[in-house]
């Protein structure tokens, strides 16, 4: 495990929250701010320790920089954290005082990070944020999740027709049916994809008796035999072991850093033959929803974020063809090139 003088060096800062009446502890993380004002989710889980959710948000405000540069944004990369325990979520009362505790910790920043929903933090935790401060994105009604899953979908198409397949008829593993898994397993579903579920929380198996979907056990997800798995839930998944153990030939999903060790494993991942589309562009749908302004007459934002991120992965795929890179690396490279050129 990396230590916090370790982290902060990856980073433009690194900030430290603690309030003792209701026993927040939190953490923000701001990356790089060269293509404007961070922005970047926060997340709700448990950590083993201050400096691993401290680890996690580093990483994760490096993919928002990488995100919204890839993507065109005027933004640069934060996230948050937020841990919690036994005692949070047991009680809502107290989770609720965290949240606001949270939002008045986001104030003292002076409105230079603003966040919105991402891992266990849904519409509903955002608007108990909002109590307090405006800094927070992605409210109740707000389409966060399903534009996500828009996005999500239309890369797999884009993935499997680089295969020389189509959707349509295909089977694909979704891992985690939250906010984004949920509507993007129901998108799939219409659009004639044989979908298959896997989510440890009871939402899993009550979506697959609805949709009449296979449910998968979580032990099993990255050794079924499908033709793209689409990991909706957390990161670090992809290492060694489990690119070996693989049986599919597209990943592409809306789990923020999916990869162990980055570029190595989206190499192991070309080895096994595995087209890995990287998730900071597959997973923009959000970002683009909640920070661009999208305007176009009559049609809904989510078909006009899903445009964006369609048009972004086209791209990737291209300059990958012809630089002979990975399509990880070509998104890597497109990302630094724009936020060492922050005008583009
Ligand atoms: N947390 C999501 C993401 O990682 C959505 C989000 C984007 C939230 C931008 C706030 C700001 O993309």
């Known amino acids: 495990m990396a230590d916090l003088s370790e982290i902060a060096g990856r980073l433009e800062g690194l900030h430290l929250f603690q309030d003792r009446t209701c026993g927040l502890q939190a953490v923000i993380a701001v990356h790089d701010t060269r293509r404007g004002p961070p922005r970047g989710g926060t997340r709700l889980r448990t950590y083993e320790s201050l400096a691993e959710a401290a680890d996690d948000a580093s990483r994760l405000a490096q993919g928002m920089s990488y995100k919204f540069a890839v993507h065109g944004l005027p933004y640069g990369g934060g996230k948050g954290v937020i841990l919690q325990d036994e005692a949070g979520a047991k009680d809502r009362g107290l989770l609720e005082e965290r949240l606001r505790a949270y939002g008045r910790c986001l104030e003292r920043l002076g409105g230079h990070f603003a966040t919105g929903p991402d891992y266990g933090v849904t519409s509903r935790e955002v608007d108990v944020i909002r109590e307090v401060t405006t800094l ?142 990287p998730d900071f562009v597959v997973n923009g749908g959000a970002a683009v929803l909640l920070t661009a302004r999208l305007e176009s007459g009559s049609e809904p934002e989510v078909v006009l974020a899903e445009r964006r991120i369609k048009a972004t992965i086209q791209a990737v795929l291209a300059r990958a063809e012809r630089d002979s890179r990975t399509p990880y690396q070509a998104a890597v490279d497109l990302a630094e090139e724009r936020l060492g050129a922050p005008g583009q």
Not at 155 to 175: D, H, I, K, P, W
Not at 231 to 239: I, N
Not at 244 to 249: F, N, S, T
């Open 136 to 277: 927070a994105i992605g409210e109740h009604g707000s389409q966060a999740g399903p534009a996500t899953a828009a996005g999500v979908r239309t890369c797999l198409e884009a993935g499997f027709r680089q295969l020389g397949l189509e959707l349509t008829g295909r089977s694909v593993l979704v891992q985690g049916v939250g906010t984004v898994g949920g509507p993007l397993a129901r998108q799939l579903t219409e659009r004639g994809v044989r979908v298959l579920v896997s989510d440890p929380a009871p939402a899993g198996a009550a979506l697959a008796s609805e949709l009449g979907l296979q449910l998968v056990s979580p032990d099993d997800v990255f050794t079924t035999p499908v033709d793209a798995l689409a990991p909706c839930a957390t990161g670090e998944l992809f290492d060694s072991a489990t690119i070996d153990g693989l049986q599919c030939r597209l990943v592409a999903g809306a789990a923020n850093d999916q990869l162990v060790g980055a570029g190595r494993a989206a190499d192991l991942l070309a080895a096994r033959g595995v087209l890995y589309l």
